[in-house]
């Protein structure tokens, strides 16, 4: 049988062994923000956070490029390329794709003047194609409207490219992740895709550990295929055992205890053998739930103004 509340929860727990579906954030105030949108291919830049927006963060990108950890996507110029992207929350308004060279000045624009897809706000994708010069050090750039929260709210995301005239070999067109057959990419196990550059966690059963279900979660973004774990077992693939077994398990004298809210109850300690922290959480729900935390003092949304 599954559970679906959350029992326990230590630093690593990835889904949870006796609970709902734990989604670990990492400050609490992002549920305050709303995740909004972030770019899944060419993957968004580091850090890849989905609510940067022209409001709490500096354009273009709303994050900085680290040139020390930069991860380029390579791609062929004269190329269809299928931009995708992931909405945590739907905004009103369309979205425009920019190609910026490596002193941001804009040498692509699609569409070449104001917005597309604002009649389908859920869209989660639109095919360009690429120009046909080289591009080192470049930027695709994504903007998405929020005209609900006010005309000139955007929120955008980065991803860091390369387009070389050079052949791309089979790894680099299949993202590592699969071989090229013809000029189709045949991606490993669990690798989806037509470049094999998302993962699923599993494709059925015996990926969980067989300790859990492989469940399709219908989501518009990866992992779409998840292990949902047997109770006792917790982990991405089901492949660690808990100490607790049963609702029976649990000493809650032996928890701190804090009310978040009337339908929310949170439990911790911490484990000093393991020097882990575990958490109970009690709450009425008929989704996830999610929890973070941050250091007294930090902001409380995430600030990308630096220099």
Known sequence: MFFKSLVSVCQTLTRCCLSWQFILTFSWSILLANSHVILTYPPARKYSLDFLDNVRT?????MIKENHSVTFTELSPSTALVVQWHLAYTHRGGVYIELRDSKDKIIKRYPDVGWTLQND???TSYTIVLPPSECYNCTLRLVKQATDWGEEHVFWSCADIHLTQQELSSQV???THGTLSGSQCVCR??????????????????DCSNHGHCTDTNSTSYPRLQCYCHAGWFGRRCEKESPVQSLSDLNYSLYNHKVLSADFEFYYRIIQESQELEAVIKSKSDSWLGIGWRSFGRVKFYDSTWE
């Open 173 to 175: 067109r299949c993202n």
């Open 58 to 62: 500096r354009g273009p990108c709303g």
């Open 121 to 123: 706000v859920s869209a």
């Open 189 to 206: 196990r669990t690798y989806v895709g037509d470049r094999c550059q998302f993962q699923n966690e599993c494709v059925d059963d015996t």
